[in-house]
Every structure is written in structure tokens, then in C-alpha cells.
């Protein structure tokens, strides 16, 4: 049996019919269309889920959908503001920090949470902030380079 | 020497980077078509087991289900690697080989339906006995896997040049050592997915995450017992492959099968539990090395011998073998060699290619060893390795032609950073003990094999001075797109923002071998300047025309043509495509490109024998460790690499390349294997299979060897897959270093140090 629910997504609202298992990173690929929103393992494991819930970094896959009505979620696609990218966003492009891309979502949304919590942080907050989004293909050298970029970038502002 | 392009060489952002950092990057999980139905697989429970009879009638009778397949419904087509002889089929037609093996698969409406399905499903198995133990399968009683294939050997090789007994009793030092590397994972965050659909003239059209799209293309076509015609294969974006998204999978072959059968679109994601149960996995191997020596270092003989544990099926071990053994050959001078291998069948995942491709394991061994015996010896591990670099011009005993070569100048540098790394290192403090280790490596770009081998290229320019530019190659992350697209720009006098890179469709890119051994930059590249050149012609007899000058004096920069020697008689590119096109009849500027290395020989994998690439790269890894005596537990506190990859193309894109391999690298010495018992997986997820995390990075030094090659696209070379054969040996020889011991097996676990410092003690 499905269930209506109401969901905060991007500051738009969707109203949506949903099975009370479905957990919030399929609603938001399968029912939303948010694609952006990566599902690497299904078991909050590899991080490429991460999206913003009320300013906290969550993993979209180990959250059911019909706990988050209420809540302001935002998503990847959430983050670039009337076609500017998000200062995470621009450091990734300019500093070399994307490479297959598939936890790049994930990647930005945990550290936009972070860098909201924490904007001056040091390089082994972000290590740590991080530990959490893993990522085969960079090293992440240039993943923590960037969000340090940005975060300097913010504080200029 | 390196050369001043305007392109060429910077540190310019990727072309996909923005889509991948908005989350519009569209992977083949995220695509969906009208109706589409949900696809899913049923796996074996067994290692080992004859396949009595499958029931689907319930499963079929399910509400939501559309379709259940099994072996029956295929013409039982045989997936074989490079080998003419298949042994796996994409659904299980007789046994079953492994936990994991596919046995049937579903579509349904939904997701839950066809797991649902799947429990509805009644398998009657007959269980074999299983050996999942490569050593033990070699055995004459051992349980066949393959009735091909008399002791399990699903392959073996045999190099031999010199006279290795011979060179052996000269020698005044040898020693024997073996060595043993564990299974472990490609580590890709994108699970395998795939999505097909067919029309009523009988075309399927299929997007899948494959690194190598045209593999799939073929094997479409083969397995579904249809021409060649009707398939079109169309590449996404990919999350990373690293070697493990090379082949066609079961997954690939189900959703175009029930695409068929059902007459709609079927998509099959498979969960990241089921890749790392049921997919690839890196050759674990058992290396027996001996290595003879002159007083003075110089390396007079190596003698190896080699069992790869395969798992169920071929795949694309023969290649895998061949590379281990061959690379024995590569980066020092030996003048007698023989390395014996065997790949053997075993009832666990099957092994295939992975970030290096045989290599890694196979120089770990022989760098550890140079090491041990340096030491023994009294010798300077970094002055052994000197002494017996390749250097430009020679030729290894397996006909490897060293062009360009930067290693001596790389083993050079190294020393100087070992030197101000020792300086600064703090002493061992009791319970911390600290070393720094060196590994070295050769690398090709772009290996010769058999069958299709070149690749393609074909430029488009626009009206508004914009240019398409369409390969046959795949970027599974590594960068190709964007270096591509700069080969593209500094040919034409655009910039690389005037370029757009169009993904594989195999209805109109050209075809392509796929991506494997480090060759897109190198071969496609070759073949994109081509296709540049081709089209600059065009444009120039267009520009001398309407500037009155030679076609040959026309230079294309900074988005204008000029005739050169006289800037003032110019026009802007955009405004020469026009008159191009719009002059008289008009002209449709389309310029054209193929290109694969001359005179390159197909290696016997047998007999190892062929110059397989056109230039090698190579390169020194130095590493710093930390190894603490109370926990166990080893960090690499830096590394440095030295590294020959000829010209970079794109500096920033190339160390990340290295920074993503150096740290695999750590993975792999350090912390990753899989556990199995019994063949059955123990650790299928990422919180039981530990892959490096940001907080296992390091700083990374890189320095680049004064290395130009000539046959290269603008100077390059591999870059960034050879480097994680070298990081292995370098690490395991910085423990050496740290902690007197010298670790023969990987992953280096903490348990292990203790029980060594133990030992020791």
C-alpha cells in the first residue's frame, strides 16, 4: 500500500505517493528525478548518497522517505544558485578534484555541510569530515585541496 | 626536452567536470525510458554444483513480473576474454562455478517484484565437490571445473630467453624467495548497470556502464545471435572501472534478453553487495622468484615461476598471465630470463585486469627481492636499481623496445628526495619505527593485441567556430575526454572550450578497441591530431582561397587564421567556417583520423616474445612509513614520484591520475583483501572491505623526468596506471626499512607486523 507523503526538496514541495519502506535516496532518483543523488551501496557505507537535511549532511540511503516530510532537504541539484555554481562546486571544476565523478555529488553535499558548521576548518577536519565519502579514483589529494580552496574562497567573501 | 604549447600541458579543467559537479552527469544507473521494466539476478549458492532443473512457473505467476530467463533461454554463447575458447556463459547452462555465478533473471514492474520473483525460483542443484584453492586444483584429483581443461589450467605460460641455469651458476649472489599477493577488488563506487531496449526491426539499443563499450557491442551481438547491425551500444557517463568494466557482464546480456523477451525497456542495477560477491577481482598470485646477481649488483639471471589463482572462468586471464611474466623484462637490463605461469580455475570469482594489469603483483615480488638481496649483499637498494636501468635504445630479452626513457634520470631524482627525506626524519622513537622504501616500474601505452587495434577520430566544426569531436573511446574518469579535446584544440588554434567531446555511440563514433593498458591517450590521441590536422587542411585551402595565399601558410591561433608572417591578413575561425560552407556549392568540413603504431607485434602470450606497445613509460615511487610497534599498524607518512610519462597533456588531470593510483596503491599494500571461506565472500561490503579514506591519503610529491616521446600525441605517455605497480614494492620496502623485515605476502596487516616484531624479539 502506498502512502502520500509531502517532501521539502530544493525549496520546492512534492507531493508524492510512496511505498513506507522506500528509503529517501529512491524517492528522490525514482520519484523525483533527482538523479544527481548517486546510490553506491545501499548501506550507508560509501557516502555517494549524501544529502542536506535542515544543515546536516545525512545518507539518503539509510533514511526512509516518510520520516523526512518537514524537513528542508536539499540535493546536489539543489546547490548551484540561478546558474552560479556553489563555491564547493567551482573549487572541485578549477582544483582537479572530480575524476569518474560518481561520488562527486556526495562529496560536495558532505563537505557544503560541513564548511556551514565549520568554515574554518583545518586540513585534518576536512580529512575527517570526508572519512565517510570514499572515492577510488583521486587519492583525494585534490578532493581535500578543493574544499580547503573553497572554504578560504567563503571566508574572502 | 618538453615543448610551449597553448593547449597542451596546462592545467586546465576537465570538460566534464561542471556536469559531474552539478549532478547532471547522466550514469546508466540514473537513465530511464518510458515503461521500462526492473531487472534482476539469481546467483548460485555454490561453489561447485550441476544445475538438475530450474522451476520459474511461480516466479512467472508473480504479479508484476513480465519475464524470467535462465540458460535455456539463450543459444549458450560463451563469453571468453581474448581467447577463441569462451567458457562462461552469461546465464549458467549446465554448473554453476562460483557463489555469485547468474543462474536466471527477472523483469518485473518494479524493483520489489523482481526480488520477489527470484524467491519464487526453485533451483534444483547436484553440489560437486569444490576447490577454491589454486595450488590444491592443480592437484591430478582435483574436482575439474572445466571439462576443457586437464588440472584446472585455464592457461599457461612459458618465457624463456638465455640460459637462465647457466647464467645462475655464474653468479656470485641468487637468492629465492615466495611471494604471495591476495584477491582484491576494482573498488568502483558505480555499480554495474545496463539498460536495453528493442525496436520491431529487431535493433536493441543498449546503455551500460562499460569502459570498454565495444567489447559489449560485439558480444550483443554474439550472444543474442543477431547481426552486428542491430546492436548499438551507447556510453554514459562511467564511474570508474580500473580494468574491472571491460567485458560484457551477465547484467549487460540479461536486461538486452529481457528487453527482447518482454518487448520493453528493461533496466538491471545491481547492488554494490552483488559487485563485489559476484563480479571481477584482481589475480591473487603465488610467486616463487629467484634472482642471481653479480658481486657488483649487476642482475645477471631471473628465474620465476607463477600461479594465478583465475577463479570460474577465463575472462581476460590469458593477458593477465602473459603481462606478469613479461614484465619481469621491465625496467632493468637481464640478459637470462624464465618465468613459468599457470592460471588456474578455482570455484571463486574469476580475476581479470586491473589498474596495471598483472604487473603489480609480479613486480612487488621482484622489487622486495632486489631489496633482500641489496641488503644482503651490502649493496644501496637505489645504486642495484641504477645499475641495471633500461636506458634509451635497448631492448629487453622478450623484444620490448625502450624509446624514450627517463628511468635512470627518475632513479637519480629519487635518491636526492631519499636523501632530504632521511634528514629530516624524525628518529624511531621506540614505538614508532620509521623507513622509507623505492619501487620502480615500466609501463606500456597501449598494448598491441590481437584483432582490432586502431582508433578513430572524426572533427565537425561549427558556423560559430565550435568543433565536435567524436572518438570511439571511453572515459571511465581517467581524462581522456579533456585531453582529447586539447590534442583537438591546439590543432585547430581553438580552445579547448570550443570543443565538444561526443561519448561512444557505436552507430556513429568510430570503432575502438576500448579502454585497457593505458592507450586512449596515446593511440586515440594520435588518431584526433590526425583527424585536427585533416580538418585544418580543409579549412586552410578554404583561408588561402579567400586570403590569397599559399594553403601551407595559413596558421591557425587564438581562434584565427592568418597568413603566416603577415598576422594582419587574418579572419576568425568562425568566420572561415562559414565561408567554407557558404562559398559557391559549399564544402562540409569534416576532418578524419585513424591511427595505430606501426610495427608492433601481437605477443605470443605462450612464448612472450613481441614489442607489444610503441613507447613504455616508467618511472621511481618513493615512500615514507610509520610503522607503530605497539599497534601493528603501518602509515605512509608521504610519497614521491618520479615519474616518465613524456609530455603531460594536462599537468592537474595527470596528477590526479598518480595521486588516485598511488593511494589504490595504499590500499593494496596495506589494507585491502578479500576474505573468502569456503568460497563464499566474507566481506562484500565496504565497511568490511576497507578501502583507503581520506584519512589513509598523504602528501604526494611529484616530479616529472625531462622525457618528450616522439611517437606520442605532443610528447605523452602512460601516465598514472604504472605508477601503483612501483607504490606496492615501495611501501613493503619502507617496512623493510622501518623494521628489519621484509613482508612476502600483501596486504601487510597489523597482525602480521606484531607477529613479526614477535618473531624478531
Known sequence: MKTQIRLQVNGFEYDLLIKPHWTLVDVLRDEIGLTGTKKGCGKGECGACTVIMNGEAILACLVLAVRVQGKRILTIEGLAREGRLDSLQDAFVKYGAIQCGFCTPGMIMTSRAFLINNPHPTEEEIKKALSGNLCRCTGYVKIIEAVRKASMAEVRK | ?761
Not at chain 2, 527482447?260 to 571481477?280: D, H, M, N
Not at chain 2, 612487488?364 to 634509451?392: S, T, Y
Not at chain 2, 559557391?584 to 568540413?589: A, F, N, P, Q, V
Open chain 2, 1 to 761: 626536452m618538453k615543448r610551449d604549447y597553448v593547449n597542451i600541458g596546462k592545467r586546465l579543467p576537465r570538460v566534464d567536470a561542471v556536469v559531474k559537479a552539478t549532478g547532471e552527469a547522466k550514469y546508466a544507473g540514473d537513465l530511464s525510458l518510458p515503461g521500462m521494466l526492473h531487472g534482476k539476478m539469481l546467483r548460485s549458492p555454490y561453489p561447485h554444483a550441476r544445475i538438475r532443473h530450474i522451476d520459474t512457473s511461480q516466479a512467472k505467476r508473480l504479479s508484476g513480473v513480465r519475464a524470467v530467463v535462465t540458460g535455456k533461454d539463450t543459444i549458450g554463447f560463451k563469453a571468453g576474454g581474448i581467447s577463441a575458447q569462451g567458457d562462461e556463459p552469461y546465464l549458467a547452462l549446465d554448473k554453476v562455478r562460483f557463489i555469485g555465478d547468474a543462474v536466471a533473471a527477472v523483469a518485473a514492474l518494479d524493483e520489489q517484484s523482481a526480488e520477489e520473483a527470484l524467491d519464487l525460483i526453485r533451483v534444483e542443484y547436484e553440489e560437486l565437490p569444490a576447490v577454491v584453492d589454486p595450488l590444491s586444483a592443480m592437484n591430478e584429483d582435483a574436482p575439474l571445473i572445466h571439462d576443457h581443461a586437464p588440472k584446472n589450467i585455464s592457461f599457461k605460460t612459458d618465457l624463456s630467453y638465455g640460459d637462465v641455469d647457466q647464467a645462475l651458476r655464474g653468479c656470485d649472489y641468487a637468492r629465492e624467495d615466495r611471494f604471495e599477493t591476495t584477491p582484491i577488488r576494482h573498488g568502483f563506487l558505480e555499480p554495474h548497470a545496463a539498460l536495453a531496449v528493442w525496436d520491431h526491426s529487431g535493433r536493441v539499443s543498449f546503455w551500460g556502464s562499460k569502459q570498454s563499450p565495444y567489447f559489449t557491442y560485439r558480444n550483443l551481438a554474439k550472444a543474442l545471435n543477431i547481426p552486428l547491425s542491430r546492436v548499438r551500444v551507447i556510453q554514459p557517463y562511467i564511474g570508474g572501472g580500473f580494468g574491472g568494466k571491460n567485458e560484457m557482464f551477465n547484467v549487460d546480456f540479461c536486461a538486452a534478453l529481457l528487453a527482447r523477451k518482454t518487448g520493453k525497456p528493461v533496466r538491471i542495477v545491481v547492488s554494490q553487495e552483488e559487485v563485489l560477491f559476484a563480479y571481477r577481482q584482481r589475480h591473487p598470485t603465488v610467486i616463487d622468484l629467484k634472482t642471481g646477481f653479480k658481486k657488483d649488483g649487476t642482475i645477471l639471471a631471473l628465474e620465476a615461476h607463477i600461479i594465478a589463482d583465475g577463479g570460474a572462468y577465463l575472462s581476460i586471464g590469458a593477458l593477465s598471465l602473459y603481462l606478469m611474466c613479461a614484465f619481469f623484462c621491465m625496467p632493468y637490463r637481464l640478459p637470462n630470463m624464465r618465468a613459468k605461469g599457470y592460471r588456474v580455475y578455482t570455484n571463486t570469482q574469476p580475476s581479470c585486469a586491473m589498474r596495471g594489469h598483472g604487473v603489480p603483483q609480479s613486480r612487488f615480488a621482484a622489487e622486495v627481492q632486489l631489496d633482500l638481496a641489496a641488503k644482503e649483499m651490502g649493496l644501496d637498494p637505489v645504486d642495484l636499481r641504477l645499475k641495471n636501468a633500461l636506458k634509451p635504445g635497448e631492448e629487453t630479452p622478450n623484444g620490448f623496445k625502450i624509446t624514450s626513457c627517463g628511468l635512470q634520470e627518475s632513479i637519480v631524482a629519487a635518491k636526492s628526495i631519499i636523501a632530504g627525506w632521511r634528514k629530516q626524519q624524525p628518529k624511531d622513537d621506540g614505538r614508532k619505527k620509521r623507513g622509507i622504501g623505492i619501487g620502480c616500474y615500466g609501463y606500456v601505452s597501449g598494448p598491441r593485441m590481437a584483432g582490432h587495434n586502431t582508433a578513430g577520430a572524426v572533427i565537425k566544426v561549427h558556423e560559430d567556430g565550435g568543433i565536435s569531436l567524436t572518438t570511439g573511446s571511453t572515459d571511465v574518469g581517467q581524462g581522456s575526454d579533456t585531453v582529447l579535446s586539447q590534442i583537438a584544440a591546439e590543432v585547430l588554434g581553438v580552445r579547448l572550450e570550443d570543443i565538444r567531446y561526443g561519448m561512444v555511440d557505436s552507430d556513429i563514433t568510430p570503432l575502438d578497441p576500448g579502454t585497457f593498458g593505458s592507450r586512449v591517450t596515446f593511440v586515440t590521441g594520435n588518431a584526433v591530431r590526425i583527424a585536427a590536422e585533416d580538418a585544418r587542411g580543409q579549412l586552410a585551402e578554404v583561408a588561402a582561397n579567400a586570403l590569397e595565399a599559399n594553403p601551407g601558410d595559413i596558421m591557425f591561433k587564438d581562434r584565427k587564421v592568418y597568413v603566416v608572417g603577415s598576422p594582419d591578413r587574418s579572419m576568425p575561425f568562425s568566420k572561415l567556417v562559414k565561408i567554407a560552407q557558404y562559398s559557391g556549392t559549399g564544402k562540409t568540413i569534416l576532418g578524419r583520423g585513424y591511427w595505430a603504431p606501426e610495427g608492433l607485434e601481437v605477443p605470443n602470450f605462450e612464448t612472450g616474445r613481441g614489442n607489444m606497445s610503441a613507447a613504455y613509460s616508467f618511472g621511481t615511487q618513493v615512500a615514507e612509513v610509520e610503522v607503530d610497534s605497539e599497534t601493528g599498524f603501518t602509515k605512509v607518512t608521504r610519497m614521491a614520484m618520479v615519474h616518465d610519462c613524456g609530455q603531460p597533456l594536462n599537468e592537474m588531470l595527470m596528477e590526479g591520475q598518480l595521486e588516485g593510483s598511488a593511494i589504490g596503491g595504499v590500499g593494496h599494500t596495506l589494507m585491502e583483501e578479500i576474505v573468502r571461506k569456503e568460497g563464499q565472500t566474507m566481506n562484500p561490503s565496504f565497511l568490511d572491505y576497507r578501502m583507503p579514506s581520506t584519512l589513509d591519503a598523504c602528501p604526494l610529491e611529484i616530479l616529472h623526468t625531462d622525457t618528450y616521446d616522439e611517437m606520442g600525441p605532443f610528447g605523452a605517455k602512460e601516465t598514472g596506471e604504472g605508477i601503483q605497480v612501483a607504490v606496492v614494492p615501495a611501501i613493503v620496502n619502507g617496512i623493510h626499512d622501518a623494521m628489519g623485515v621484509a613482508f612476502k605476502r600483501i596486504p601487510i596487516t597489523p597482525v602480521m607486523v606484531l607477529d613479526a616484531l614477535k618473531k624478531k624479539s
